[in-house]
């Protein structure tokens, strides 16, 4: 099982963007899915969540902004970010808890870079 996030980039202050995280291989069931990101020097942070059903949580700075989505057909799940500051700035890693036919067990994507500046 692999996960892999794309999407990332420059953007100006004001600006979108919008990530993708796609899983593959042996997969029988996607669980919850999130987004983090992690400044250098700063501990990960969760951004945003999805569950099985749809339910969805951000953190508080990104409401109203950021909105996070998932297509089961297509194993992915997307983060849509309007209005983007200069402090979301960072790696975004997605994460998500995947079935196999054997095992349950959560797995990271590798990091896209978020760079907003003017």
């Not at 919008?18 to 990960?44: D, H, N, T």
């Not at 983007?84 to 990271?108: G, M």
């Amino acid at each position: 099982v692999q996960l892999q996030a794309s999407g990332g980039g420059l953007v100006q202050p004001g600006g979108s963007l919008k990530l993708s995280c796609a899983a593959s291989g042996s997969i029988f069931k996607i669980g919850e899915m999130w987004w983090y990101r992690q400044v250098p020097g700063k501990q990960r942070e969760l951004v945003a969540s999805i569950s099985i059903g749809g339910t969805t949580n951000y953190i508080v700075s990104v409401q109203g902004r950021f909105s996070i989505s998932r297509d089961d057909a297509k194993n992915t799940a997307w983060l849509q970010m309007n209005n983007l500051k200069p402090e979301d700035t960072a790696v975004y890693y997605c994460k998500a808890r995947i079935t196999t036919i054997t095992e349950t067990n959560e797995y990271w994507g590798q990091g896209t870079l978020v760079t907003v500046s003017s």
